[in-house]
């Protein structure tokens, strides 16, 4: 009979051997390492983004003015040219979409920027600064709510006027005009600019206050972020929705804070003392961003199961769409496919801005003037080297991925044969009724893409994926349409703008039966396919945005010929 002494004995020197659950340890050592491997992988994929995000705010400020007064040049020259009969080539629209959403886009920065000119900004500091510490949160918090719904609908909104006022007019009406849709674009980055001045604002009273409580809760408010989104279900569709609206959001707080260290060094007569009093305060905001950020993703894919790599194929998704906007047939502007996939608007921002700059900055004389010219020509260069070091990134991306999928498409096909051949040498001889069923499944299968493989330059763009539309990437086309398939196909956005014949298919099928279908190996989905994209952009059909004018070369062309 066991004593009390020998129990004791026993619980002093009793020994157990973990080799006995090897992999149960082993997984969780795993699941360790991959809890650490996150914020890395989580700060890739936010770099990449948050430079398409700077790309996307500075084209409002580099390039969108010049192409707006370009355009403006060409709807007031053309008409004169063609009347004196100086432009040999006769256009059926004065404008081309690309330049009306131009106009349209210049149009409704200047008219808010003007509107706002007459905001007193001063007396809405003050106002909000003599509300209390719970007030000023909880108003915090509803302009950032109503931030994030404005930022949903608002696309939207702007995305139904460029196609309201493009399309083409032999369709039948069916909207109500394109003057209500520019008063409600227009209404739209009015209320969203100003939404966003008040958020900046209210940051700017937290910041500058003597009572750094205000600050404090509103950094707090960043963790109460982890309840709502940690102890969810996750797939990876709806996390890379979460980091790209994380994306947006740490954009958006820094364009914030920007505009409150204009604010205060204004007020403070632009001295260096107080700069370096605001900076810790700036960095403290930034940084419980990043570190909320990290814990969130890391526990997201720890509960749910998710692999590291998952974000190197979100930011392949990005390469995709980056690339997608520089074909020779882009179905829409880099800036404009950026928000509708992160969710970030850059007019009110670009709004903003305009004003806070306006009022801080004041021209007086030539030098002035000149300084201002030299500011725009830096961001023109920063822009200019943001998006060829973005682009590079992309094509680097997208070669080596499209290197992945033949290697592994070589290896299925190799494995195939090999197959196809043990199998027939088991079998050398077959009855009759064998060889009929195997005629008949031969006679049912569908072909393969061998025949009419997926052509380099189509690449079909959509905001929503399920399942149908990754088993349909895999589908074999028709063969009808093998001599449409020979060339690239014009990029057009199944989500937001109705189908219409392409370029290829109006200039019939003599010119494209001189091609044959380039061969590229099928889709691998087990190669990590690129979440909301199509991988099968081409990288030598990558060029700048060029206006094509198919149907007026050929209007030429007939006319020369007559």
């Known amino acids: 009979m066991p004593s009390f002494y020998s129990f004791i004995r026993a619980e ?40 398409q995000c700077t790309d996307a705010f500075l084209f409002l400020f580099t390039f969108l003015p010049l192409r707006f007064v ?24 004065i404008l081309q979409p690309s330049e009306i959403v131009d106009i349209l886009k210049g149009t409704i920065i200047i008219i808010c920027c003007v509107i706002l000119s007459h905001v007193d900004m001063a007396m809405m500091y003050h106002l909000i600064k003599s509300q209390s510490v719970i007030k000023l949160y909880i108003f915090y918090n509803m302009l950032e709510t109503g931030d994030r719904l404005f930022s ?40 969203h600019t100003v939404l966003v001045l008040l958020q900046a604002t209210t940051l700017n009273v937290a910041i500058n206050s003597s009572n750094k409580a205000l600050l404090t809760i509103m950094m707090s408010n960043n963790f109460v972020e982890l309840k709502s989104s940690v102890f969810k279900k996750f797939d990876k569709n709806n996390l890379f929705q979460l980091s790209c609206s994380d994306v947006r959001e740490r954009f958006h707080l820094s364009i914030l804070l920007l505009v409150v260290v204009i604010q205060t060094m204004r007020e403070y007569m632009w001295k260096e003392e107080r700069f370096w009093v605001l900076i810790p305060d700036c960095l403290m905001v930034i940084l419980a961003e990043v570190i909320v950020d990290w814990v969130k993703h890391a526990f997201i894919t720890r509960f ?32 404009d ?89 088991a079998s050398p001889r077959a009855s009759r009724p064998e060889k009929r069923s195997n005629a008949t499944e031969d006679r049912d299968i569908v072909p393969k893409n061998e025949s009419f493989p997926e052509p380099v330059g189509l690449f079909t763009r959509s905001m929503s994926i399920d399942e149908s539309q990754l088993t349909q990437l895999n589908s074999a086309p028709n063969p009808a349409d093998a001599d449409i398939l020979a060339f690239p196909v014009k990029f057009r956005s199944a989500s937001h703008s109705p189908p219409r014949r392409s370029v290829i298919q109006r200039r019939g099928s003599r010119r494209m039966r001189m091609g044959t279908p380039p061969q590229i190996p099928p889709l691998i989905p087990e190669l990590g396919q690129p979440i909301f994209s199509n991988s099968t952009v081409s990288l030598t059909s990558i060029c700048l945005n060029e206006e094509i004018f198919d149907e007026d070369e050929q209007t030429l062309t007939e006319s020369n010929t007559k």
């Not at 394109?178 to 209320?191: K, N, R, S, T």
Request: with cysteine.
């Open 12 to 51: 002093l020197y009793r020994g157990y051997q973990l080799e006995h659950d090897e992999e149960r340890y082993v997984a969780r050592r795993e699941k360790v390492y991959l809890f650490m491997k996150i914020p890395r992988e989580v700060e890739k994929f936010m770099s990449y983004g948050f430079f």
């Open 337 to 425: 496919l950026v928000a509708r996939r992160m969710g970030f608007i850059p007019l009110p921002l670009g709004v903003l801005a305009i004003r806070i700059v306006s009022q801080a900055v004041q021209i007086t004389d030539c030098g002035d003037a000149f300084i201002l010219f030299l500011a725009f020509l830096c961001l023109g260069s920063f822009r200019i080297l943001s998006n060829i070091i973005t682009l590079g990134k992309a094509c680097d991306l997208i070669d080596s991925h499209q290197k992945q999928r033949a290697s592994a498409a070589a290896a299925t096909g190799l494995g195939s044969i090999v197959a196809a051949s043990t199998s027939g040498s």
């Open 152 to 191: 949903v609908f608002g696309q939207d909104i702007v995305d139904a006027l460029f196609w309201t006022a493009t399309e083409s007019k032999g369709r039948k009406r069916e909207h109500l005009g394109v003057i209500p849709h520019f008063m409600m674009a227009v209404i739209y980055v009015l209320l």
């Open 70 to 93: 370009l355009a403006l040049w060409g709807m007031t020259t053309r008409p004169l040219l063609h009347f004196f009969c100086f432009n040999r080539v006769n256009y059926k629209r």
């Open 304 to 335: 749910n199961d998710i692999p590291s790599h998952i974000y190197q194929e979100f930011t392949l998704s990005l390469a995709y769409d980056l690339a997608a906007t520089k074909q020779k047939h882009a179905f829409t502007d880099h800036s």
